[in-house]
């Protein structure tokens, strides 16, 4: 699959992202702790944008929290996939987009943009929120492969996210759909591409469940 295709990063809350993976001219420097609390840190730090309450209100202190916390914000998010096949972006999901960039730009935060295809309700062993006319629909539907790279390249070229996430804990989905997964690897390579185009300077990779990577999780039946 090659080096770029899989990153191993566990989807978690909290992100230690390594500064070495990501270095190179105008990057920040390594994040500095509060006096007297130890040595420099060697890594960033994240803390995800789910709010406590679904307030606009509580939506914003999450970015702060995350600016008083470290250097990076999450935003893990479903394709929006009725959108991305019929083209026509609503105003809810055009303002939340100017939103979060000018809340992430506001704070001084990195923004890490996670494309969660897969139900975690179910183990993530199908793909959640499809319409009614695709549901049961895996990654070779042609509908479904065509609106995960749209809303790829809608992430790239308006986020311009340092990172960006291709699929989260997609083991898990390995783990229960082992022969659709596969097409979900040639579905990354191409979405992959379509983002480097468009944000050549984005790191792109998918995350992983760490629990089923160590074998601490039984394996479905």
Known sequence: MGRRAFWLYPALLILGLALSACGGSGQRGPP????GAGPPRTF???LSSLPPELTEESYAHAFELAASSGEVIL????PPWEEMISGDLSEEMVRATQR???LAKEHGLDLFVAIDPTNAAVGRGELVDLPIELRGAGFANEDVRRAFIVYAQYVAENYQPKYLALGVEINSYQQRQPEDFEHFVTLYH????AVKQLS???LVFPTFQLEVLQA???ADK
């Open 190 to 193: 191409e979405a992959y591409q």
């Open 44 to 46: 960033a730090m994240g």
């Open 100 to 102: 979060e960039i000018e």
């Open 32 to 35: 500095s702790t509060p006096t």
């Open 75 to 78: 935003i893990q998010r479903t």
């Open 216 to 218: 601490i999780l039984p």
């Open 200 to 202: 050549p300077e984005t």
